[in-house]
């Protein structure tokens, strides 16, 4: 592969290649198998370690589902070694059989860290809706068997046709361990491509949820939403779980012949899955963002139970990112005019007057900016970003060049398809990038305002306590490691809860301070007097 050449970093700034991740600010999935393979979603363990989903080739099965894990620092994780025991951080799980091709499209963690990946599998008859459970350790979790009762950790949820295809591009948990998944299926085998939208919520152990049935009463879990009438595609590509209800985003009215569609989003009662009619009347909206193929694929809540959607404006012609804010009932927040001032609630914005882009996904950082991830082409394809402000969509000229970061990950074309935003505020963007005979998988770091670490001390010895043994308990904003100090001494690395055993009588300092994975320190410790009499 064509590698790129950078220059060693220095002060760098927000939008900026982290270039103490990976190689150059990239950790890059060469295979020697030639072919297709990207990274669609990514998240975040609460150790700050990294995973990522998608597509990676295999010599004998075609295409599988992939994942990968990376710690912090880009390398891979070689704990995660899934079913065949590889050890080197990359599980690839062949769903169809022979040479199909399967991909992992939506990801989520669940309370025990175990991965939940939902996406499709090619077969003979078309693709095929599919979800998977591995366990921590990437080994399929085979109490994660579904109705069929398999027992090998991945669930089908057949709907369309055979010869038509279908695909789960998104999954989110509820606080229950309810599984929600969503899509789209072809319905009508004989009107030609004739995509909905499909909703389905899975138990825990990965059969579905009778209770959620929504408006049609069907009872078994799942159930097909067309937003607009006609034989137009409707697809979902994004779930936000909310105390409003399940929020889904996508496309409606899309017609190849026409290239035309619409910003889609629909709100779900949390329990049965029945339309919302608090949102917009009957629980659907359709926003034209431009006359010509807008779809959005990011969702957000800035507040005050305004939602932000994201995507992408007038994709063919040239497309522009485009932002969308709505108020809790669906209308549209005029005051979010972005720096054209157009004053209805929608905004776009393009990296170069006769560039086209497309937005992938939607990260929120920690102080509520939207990070848009996606690619600009002018005139080849690059992996991009861009920051908007959530309250009003200006966009952030303090970040990366004018409010854009436009990385060139090879000499051929690139793609940001997921991102997440650590705790620390910097992102972390996958995707695929060209080499030489074929399209490889990568993971990225880019730096924010680069805040270092606050500790806090979250638990001390009482007041006067005869205790020789005292504990403390601390934490910090973000994750990190820790090194503490007794009176003085130096410090040393420590865990929470940390003990000293043997402390004298009299008064002492402890001290404590976080490093977070670059790694930078807490330049203010820390610390709490405590006294021990007795």
């Known amino acids: 592969m064509a590698m790129l050449v950078v220059p060693a970093q220095a002060g760098a700034t927000a939008g900026d290649p982290d270039y103490s991740f990976g190689h150059n600010g990239v950790a890059t999935l060469t295979n020697p198998a030639p072919g297709f393979e990207f990274l669609n979603r990514v998240v975040l363990q609460p150790d700050g370690k990294i995973v990522a ?43 169809s059989s022979g040479t199909g091709l399967d991909g992992g499209l939506g990801l989520a963690l669940d309370d025990q860290n175990r991965i939940m990946v939902a996406g499709f599998a090619g077969t003979a008859n078309g693709d095929r809706n599919i979800v998977l459970r591995l366990r921590p350790n990437g080994k399929l979790d085979k109490t994660f068997e579904g109705d069929g009762g ?59 949820d009778p209770a959620f049935d929504g408006d049609g009463g069907s009872a078994n879990g799942i159930f097909t939403l067309p937003i607009a009438p006609g034989t137009t595609d409707d697809e979902l590509y994004e ?84 932002l969308v804010r709505y108020d809790s009932s669906g209308q549209l927040v005029p005051t979010f005019d ?23 996904y939607l990260a929120v950082e920690p102080s509520g900016d939207l990070v848009i991830s996606g690619e600009t082409i002018h005139p080849g394809d690059d992996s991009a970003l861009a920051r908007f402000d959530p309250d009003d969509g200006t966009i952030d000229t303090g970040f990366g060049d004018q409010g854009w970061v436009v990385n060139p990950l090879s000499v051929g074309s690139d793609r940001s398809r997921g991102s997440v935003a650590r705790p620390d505020g910097r992102i972390i963007a996958v995707g695929e990038r060209s ?70 009588n009299g008064g002492h300092v402890f001290r404590v301070k976080a490093f977070d994975s670059r790694p930078v320190a807490d330049p203010t410790p820390a610390k709490a007097g405590f006294q021990i009499a007795g």
């Open 53 to 95: 989903a998608g597509r990676l080739v295999s010599k004998k099965h075609g295409a599988d589902v992939g994942v990968a894990r990376f710690l912090p620092n880009g390398s891979r994780d070689h704990s995660f070694d899934g079913p065949n025991g590889h050890g080197n951080g990359v599980v690839k799980i062949p769903v």
């Open 239 to 322: 779930i936000r779980l909310s105390a409003s209800g399940i929020l889904i985003a996508g496309e409606t009215g899309y017609d190849g012949g026409v290239n035309k569609s619409d910003f889609a989003l629909a709100r779900f009662d949390s329990s049965d899955g029945g339309l919302d009619t608090s949102f917009d009347g009957d629980g659907k909206v359709i926003t034209q963002v431009t006359s010509g193929y807008d779809y959005a694929t990011g969702l957000a809540e800035p507040g005050g139970g305004d939602i932000v959607a994201t995507g992408t404006a007038n994709d063919l012609a040239p497309g522009d990112l485009a």
């Open 338 to 360: 972005g720096d054209e001032g157009a004053g209805n609630g929608i905004v776009t914005a393009s990296f170069a007057p006769t560039s086209t882009e497309r937005g992938s």
């Open 150 to 208: 398999d027992g090998d950790g991945i669930v089908t949820l057949p709907l369309a046709a055979a010869g038509d295809d279908e695909y789960l591009d998104a999954i989110a948990i509820q606080g229950d361990g309810a599984i929600v998944v969503g899509g789209a299926t072809d319905v009508d085998p004989t009107a030609g491509e004739n995509l909905d939208m499909v909703l389905a919520r899975l138990l825990p152990d990965g059969k579905l």
């Open 435 to 504: 080499g030489d005979t074929d399209f490889d998988a990568y993971v990225a770091r880019y730096h924010d305002d680069d805040k270092p670490p606050q500790t806090k001390i979250t638990a001390k010895p009482a007041p006067g306590s005869g205790d020789h043994s005292p504990t403390f308990r601390f934490a910090a904003d973000m994750p990190a490691t820790f090194k503490c100090s007794l009176d003085g001494g130096n410090f040393k690395n420590c865990d929470s809860p940390k003990t000293y055993h043997g402390v004298a």
